[in-house]
């Protein structure tokens, strides 16, 4: 059974980076594509980006301003996402998801969620 | 400001029929099929619908998913009271530059 384990909580200054891990099994791990969402508190579902992980696409959300970084260790079977320059407005609980086999843009596995707080 | 435009709240009785409406335009839905997602408080969000009306399996044919045009529609029947959740569409924005975009999200009452 496809299942995605992420990483624990982080805390964060403004203006650090903070690296989160998404850990798959139960599937061949390359043979599809993943994205990352973010949720702030009481606010909607918000999409941030999306790699094959063949390691041929990654395309990110214009709004992120070139701060993240999508890589993967195929050995392990994890992805990673790294956002940089931190403010307030990255406080959010940050899921993975896999895309579906034939329809890459329909999340159908998800991460239990990351909550990172950025603080000082 | 979302993409897509849900409206932010629906209510409806036990047993009853609810639709839930998502709006675009055509450089996204016009051109894309529209997944759905429901998300319960605290957890992660469930797919419900994918390529505008498909169901991944375990999900039950009470979440009937629609697209027209420029709009699309999750139907829910027999409403229960474990329904009772924020319900997001979702879609590709149009190009491979522009990335998926989410409605706003939709919070079912049950009455």
């Known amino acids: 059974q496809a299942q995605l384990v992420q990483s624990g909580a982080e805390v964060r200054e403004p203006g650090a980076s903070v690296k989160i891990s998404c850990k798959a099994s139960g599937y061949p791990f390359t043979d599809y594509f993943m994205h990352w969402v973010r949720q702030a508190p009481g606010q909607g579902l918000e999409w941030l980006a999306i790699?094959?992980?063949?390691?041929?696409?990654?395309n990110y959300a214009q709004n992120l301003h070139g701060r993240v970084t999508l890589t993967r260790d195929t050995s392990t079977s994890t992805l990673y996402m790294e956002l940089s320059r931190l403010t307030s407005e990255d406080a959010a609980v940050y899921y993975c998801?896999?895309?579906?086999?034939?329809?890459?843009?329909?999340?159908?596995?998800w991460g239990q969620g990351t909550t990172v707080t950025v603080s000082s | 400001q979302s993409v897509l435009t849900q409206p932010p709240s629906v209510s409806a009785a036990p047993g009853q029929k609810v639709t839930i409406s998502c709006s675009g335009s055509?450089?996204?839905?016009?051109?894309?099929?529209v997944s759905w997602y429901q998300q319960f408080p605290g957890t992660a969000p469930r797919l419900l619908i994918y390529d505008n009306h498909k169901r991944p399996s375990g999900i039950p044919d009470r979440f009937t998913g629609s697209k027209s045009g420029t709009s699309a529609t999750l139907d829910i029947t027999g409403i229960q009271t474990g329904d009772e959740a924020d319900y997001y569409c979702e879609t590709w924005g149009g190009s491979q530059s522009a990335g998926g975009v989410f409605g706003g999200g939709t919070r079912l009452t049950v009455l």
């Open positions: 790699i094959n992980l063949g390691g041929t696409f990654t």
């Open positions: 998801a896999r895309g579906h086999k034939n329809y890459y843009y329909s999340m159908e596995v």
């Open positions: 055509n450089s996204n839905i016009g051109n894309n099929y």
